[in-house]
């Protein structure tokens, strides 16, 4: 039988990346104790009151088709809260809400590109960002992102990338796996690049409330001569431990959404009114569980930090936000994905390779700060004792 080209330009990025994780869960299934610092999920129940809310709202009236664009009290609260945060006025028509940010990104870059275009990203990169771009045609390009430059992105290696192809660059802030947030400078950098070759700056906020105590986030949105170019994403997936609603919402300028909405009602045909609703309980105030998260998951990339920088060759990277510290074992000799599986077989701790999230990464390893301080403290004792004097 014969499929779309679609398949072809997806095969081969998906399974090997998690190799290391299936692994683990695996011999776990199979009675092995594992310490898992793979995959990074909130560790803090959802909120009590968002459940309430959704039961309650799955009554007659609440159950029937919505619009393509969402339910009109989540956006208006949605505008509100961007419109505070971005300091700007944000319009309720100027937002979609969808199934989470990863079917935001899908939209989004369905809308925005296609066959033989081009979208500039950093390497490393969030593990589904290449198919997400591939999906449409469209080709990413690489850029490296450099740990003597915090991971963040640099302007020049940006427009040394550019093309006559090139159609938008695409921002993680704050970044999985690195955890780099752009400051304000880096956003008018890159925004003015973006003027320069009339690009759009397309950019996943996911993380945005995860930002570690010192550290300011900025999004593109912010910067008014950036309006007409600027798309974000989030979700309420990670700002509430709400993954499994699959709850998230696309800003960007009326005319976007507007071409956005035709795919939206092909896609979804509507949204669900009782998820909306308990989105809308919560993004109408700050979360109640995001700053335990921040508070913790900063603690424990210090412990990564004091127990691993600089010892047996190691080096630690600390992150300015998100779930995640990263380890740079290159001085064991050993590529991130050897260390991993020999680790995970030894010593029985899961963690990622750096290669799963692109060649920028190799020779690293990603540790999730979602478990106790206690599984992460006896992970580096094995790390250390494993990468050897
Ligand atoms: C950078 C990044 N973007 C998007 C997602 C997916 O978010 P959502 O659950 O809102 O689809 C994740 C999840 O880990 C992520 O790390």
């Known amino acids: 039988m014969r499929y779309s080209a679609v398949h072809e330009r997806l095969s ?14 695996e011999m776990k299934a199979q009675g092995t104790a594992i310490i898992e610092l793979t995959i990074g999920e909130p560790d803090s129940p959802t909120p009590p009151e968002m459940i309430e809310t959704a039961r309650a709202a799955m009554r007659p009236g609440r159950l029937g088709y919505s619009d393509g664009r969402g339910e009109p009290g989540l956006r208006r609260a ?5 419109s ?16 989470g940010t990863q079917t935001c990104l899908y939209a989004i870059f369905r809308t925005l ?24 045609g469209a080709v990413p390009v690489p850029v490296a992102l450099r740990p003597e430059h915090g991971f963040r992105l640099q302007v020049a290696d940006l427009e040394a990338a550019i093309t006559e192809r090139t159609r938008v660059i695409f921002l993680n802030t704050p970044h999985n796996p690195t955890g780099a947030v752009l400051t304000r400078q880096d956003i008018a950098a890159i925004g003015a690049l973006a003027q320069k070759h009339d690009l759009w700056l397309v950019s996943d906020e996911v993380y945005e409330d995860l930002v570690f105590p010192g550290v300011t986030f900025t999004s593109p949105l912010e910067l008014p001569e950036l309006a007409e170019r600027s798309v974000s994403a989030a979700s309420i997936s990670k700002s509430h431990a709400a993954p499994g609603f699959r709850s998230g919402w696309v800003v960007g300028p009326k005319e976007f959404t507007e071409r956005l909405l035709p795919l939206s009602e092909v896609m979804l045909f509507g949204s669900q009114p009782f998820l909306a609703d308990m989105t809308e309980l919560a993004v109408s105030k700050p979360s109640p569980i995001a700053a335990g998260m921040v508070e913790r998951f900063a603690r424990r990339a210090g412990l990564v930090a004091d127990m691993l920088d600089g010892k047996g060759g190691l080096r630690v990277h600390r992150p300015e936000a998100g779930m ?9 000799g050993l590529s991130g994905q050897d260390f991993a599986l020999a680790l995970l077989r030894e010593r029985h701790v899961a963690v990622m390779p750096g290669e799963s999230f692109g060649a920028g990464l190799s020779g690293w390893l990603r540790l999730s700060l979602t478990q106790p301080d206690e599984d992460i403290a006896e992970a580096c004792r094995q790390i250390l004792d494993f990468a050897g004097p």
Not at 84 to 99: A, F, M, S, V
């Open 113 to 136: 590109v296609e066959n033989g275009d081009e979208v500039l990203l950093g390497d490393p990169m969030y593990a589904t960002y290449e198919g997400l771009i591939r999906q449409t």
């Open 78 to 82: 949605l505008a509100e809260r961007y």
């Open 324 to 332: 995640f510290a990263l380890v740079d074992v290159r001085a064991t």
């Open 12 to 25: 081969g990025l998906g399974s090997a990346k998690w190799a290391v994780h299936r692994l683990a869960r």
């Open 84 to 99: 505070t945060r971005r300091g700007r006025e944000i319009d309720p028509d100027q937002i979609i809400c969808l199934p």
